[in-house]
Structure formats: C-alpha cells, structure tokens
C-alpha cells in the first residue's frame, strides 16, 4: 500500500514538473509519455512529414554528465552510413579518453565500457576542417564516406552550427550527432527540458534530417582519385589534432521500437 501510494505520488510530482514539456508537446501534436520506473519522459511527434522520437532522462554515454536530450530520427540517413560530429570542447575529452585507452594497458575496457561512437576516432576518417569553413570552429566530424558528410554539413546545417549554435548552448556543453544504419540520434546534455530548449534542439535536428534528405540518401559513388581519398584514408586519432588543447574537466544500436510503445527508452 505504501509502495503504491509512494510510486502515486512520484508521478503526480514529475506530472507538475514536466508540464512546461507537456504544454510544448501539445502545440507539436503530441503527447509526453513518462518512462516507467526512470526519471524520464519520451515525445514522439513529425516535422515536414519526417517522424522524430525525443527522449529525456538520465545519460546513457560516459561522455555527458547528468540528464540527457536524445533525438532519433530513423532512415534519415544512407544504411551504410557511419557519422559523427561533436562539439570541439566534447572531441577533445572523447579524442584523450580513447587515445590513452588504446594505447595504455586498458585496451579490454576500453572495448567493454567504450561507447561505439567513441572507438570510431581510431577507425574513421576525419573531416578536414578546411573542408566545412561554417563548423570549422566549433565542431568536429568524422564520416565513412567524407564527401557525402562535406556536403551535409555545408548546407544551411552548418549555417545553424556554425553561426547560431554559441548562443543557444554554452560551447563547452556535450553535444554529439551519430549516424548509423541509417539512423540519426543527436544527444546533449540538458538539465531541465524547458520548451525554448526542447523547441531550439527539434527545430536544429529537423533541419538536419531535411538536409541529409537533400544530400540523398544514397551514398555518393566511391572516389577513384587520390584526390578525392586525400582527407579519407586516415582514422581521425591518428592524424595530427586540429583541434585546441582543452582541459579534460553504446551507439544507438537498438532495433526502432514497436509502434505503440513510445514510453521504452533507446539504449
């Protein structure tokens, strides 16, 4: 009875405390749905006819620290497709972390407790700078296929990461896409999931889907020149840094779930 009572008024506290999200689901034409037994809650709604699944609650990478913004958006991107853009700051620590750990003696760790994403810094190839002048400064990408993600992120994407990013979140603040079977997921960390913020990171991720919409989602034919395989040969940690020295302070691999069952977090 007490447990009842206790799980009873748990929700009707977290009821009053997300029903500012709540409200901003409504005007989105969509509902907030708690995550059963977590702190947490999952929005699933469609933007320009492309559907989009929000969640917040407690982090699932080692690389944001506290609560956690997820937005999936599934075949948005090409199926063979592996991508990953983080914010300098982010890149830096993510670039230390797996650096030491593969090549100290806690390589078994590193592979057990590593988020994928992360490992890819040995195993992708990185964007030259150079070669997206909008997010030079703030971001940092990799990609299986360097051209294709070179187009994406010198669309009006990278206007919005590039120009607009700073002034909506701190640039020390974690944010990351990743890209993988096809699917999109942009994490960040966000304490409190406050409609401007809510409203803010749906309106950058929904410009991203329809951007990778344009580039196509068939992957580029393969370069046959040198040329072309210049900045796309080399994984990222083993190319000299473009990067600042910063001081130091699984990926979505699930199946999409069901329909009908929006409250189950993704891993």
């Given amino acids: 009875?007490?447990?009842?009572?206790?799980?009873?008024?748990?929700?009707?506290?977290?009821?009053?405390?997300?029903?500012?999200?709540?409200?901003?689901?409504?005007?989105?034409?969509?509902v907030l749905k708690p995550i059963r037994d977590q702190d947490g809650f999952v929005?699933?709604?469609e933007s320009q006819g492309r559907a989009w699944r929000l969640e917040w609650g407690p982090s699932r990478r080692i690389y944001i620290p506290g609560p956690e913004l997820r937005l999936i958006a599934h075949d948005a991107l090409p199926p063979e497709m592996l991508l990953l853009a983080a914010n300098r700051h982010l890149a830096a620590e993510m670039e230390k972390t797996v650096f030491e750990q593969f090549?100290?003696?806690?390589?078994?760790?590193?592979?057990?407790?590593?988020?994928?994403?992360?490992?890819?810094?040995?195993?992708?190839?990185?964007?030259?700078?150079?070669?997206v002048?909008?997010?030079?400064?703030?971001?940092?990408?990799l990609a299986s296929h360097v051209p294709w993600m070179v187009h994406w992120l010198n669309s009006s994407l990278g206007d919005?990461?590039?120009a607009h990013y700073p002034q909506h979140s701190p640039v020390t603040h974690p944010a990351v896409w990743v890209g993988l079977r096809g699917k999109l997921t942009l994490r960040t960390g966000l304490a409190t999931?406050?409609?401007?913020?809510?409203?803010?990171?749906?309106?950058?991720?929904t410009l991203a889907t329809a951007q990778a919409a344009q580039v196509g989602l068939a992957p580029p034919p393969?370069?046959?020149?040198?040329?072309?395989l210049d900045a796309s040969t080399t994984?990222?940690?083993?190319?000299?840094?473009?990067?600042p020295t910063l001081p130091i302070g699984d990926t979505d691999d699930a199946p999409r779930p069901p329909q009908g069952h929006g409250s189950q977090p993704v891993h």
């Fill in 1 to 30: 009875m007490f447990a009842a009572l206790k799980k009873l008024l748990s929700a009707a506290h977290r009821s009053r405390r997300w029903s500012e999200a709540a409200a901003w689901a409504r005007s989105q034409n969509a």
């Fill in 43 to 45: 929005i699933e709604g």
């Fill in 103 to 131: 090549t100290g003696a806690v390589q078994t760790r590193a592979d057990l407790n590593t988020p994928e994403e992360m490992r890819w810094l040995v195993m992708i190839p990185k964007v030259p700078a150079s070669d």
């Fill in 133 to 141: 002048p909008k997010v030079r400064t703030h971001w940092m990408a």
């Fill in 160 to 162: 919005a990461l590039g």
């Fill in 193 to 205: 999931p406050t409609a401007a913020a809510l409203d803010y990171w749906l309106k950058l991720f």
């Fill in 222 to 228: 393969a370069p046959d020149s040198r040329s072309d």
């Fill in 235 to 243: 994984p990222a940690l083993w190319m000299p840094s473009q990067m």
